[in-house]
């Protein structure tokens, strides 16, 4: 879930950039330092997106650079177990897809893709169900569930788990096909009891 989080801090000013605009000069600076940073308990720091207001600088002895409190607000994404995310297909590998959920990936397991046997095609790459036909590749949008949730340190070594199994996720075309199975499934069951009564006569 993405929340705006409004933090105080202490930004340090160098020499060379007292003379540049404040405001601008200490969002850059906060924006290389914060972007990008996981914290267990927040979450992921999307972008610093505004410096509300700067206090008056402090001068330390021995340092020529200006010290001054900042109120800054930021986006952070933090998952959260069985949340619905919107993703893009980054990667398909034979065990699975990576999905880019925000500022971090989740793999989607090959059994949590489709309540279907799928196919691997290695040369596409891509998974095509055995019986529905559905497709799924790299740059695919989907629905998934999280399913697992481990926050490490940093976004490289921290893992999210996807499903696309449970109804109304995996890709908007899915759904079409879903119906049309339902429709023809239905048609069939209706055509059995006709004809078992023509067999009796």
């Given amino acids: 879930m993405f929340r705006l989080y409004s933090i105080k801090d202490t930004v340090r000013v160098p020499p060379s950039k007292l003379g540049e605009n404040l405001k601008a000069t200490i969002l850059k600076s906060i924006q290389e330092e914060y972007e990008g940073l996981l914290?267990?308990?927040?979450?992921?720091v999307v972008a610093v997106t505004e410096i509300e207001s700067v206090g008056e600088g402090k001068i330390v002895p021995g340092d020529g650079a200006v010290y001054y409190d900042a109120d800054i607000k930021m986006l952070i994404y933090k998952p959260e177990m069985h949340e619905v995310v919107e993703g893009v297909v980054s990667e398909i590998t034979e065990f699975?897809?990576?999905?880019?959920?925000?500022?971090?990936?989740?793999l989607v397991h090959v059994s949590q893709i489709m309540d279907d046997y799928i196919n691997y095609d290695a040369k596409a790459p891509c998974f095509v169900g055995k019986e529905s036909l559905k497709k799924?590749?790299?740059?695919?949008?989907?629905?998934?569930?999280i399913v697992t949730i481990s926050l490490k340190g940093n976004i490289s070594s921290s893992k999210i788990g996807l499903t696309m199994r449970q109804e109304g996720l995996g890709k908007k075309?899915?759904?079409?096909?879903?119906?049309?199975?339902?429709?023809?499934?239905?048609?069939?069951?209706?055509?059995k009891p006709a004809e078992k009564k023509e067999g009796k006569k």
């Fill in 173 to 191: 075309d899915w759904k079409k096909i879903d119906e049309k199975a339902k429709k023809k499934k239905g048609e069939e069951i209706k055509k």
């Fill in 39 to 44: 914290d267990e308990d927040l979450g992921i």
């Fill in 96 to 106: 699975g897809a990576f999905v880019k959920i925000g500022a971090i990936e989740g």
């Fill in 136 to 145: 799924l590749q790299v740059n695919d949008t989907v629905l998934a569930r």
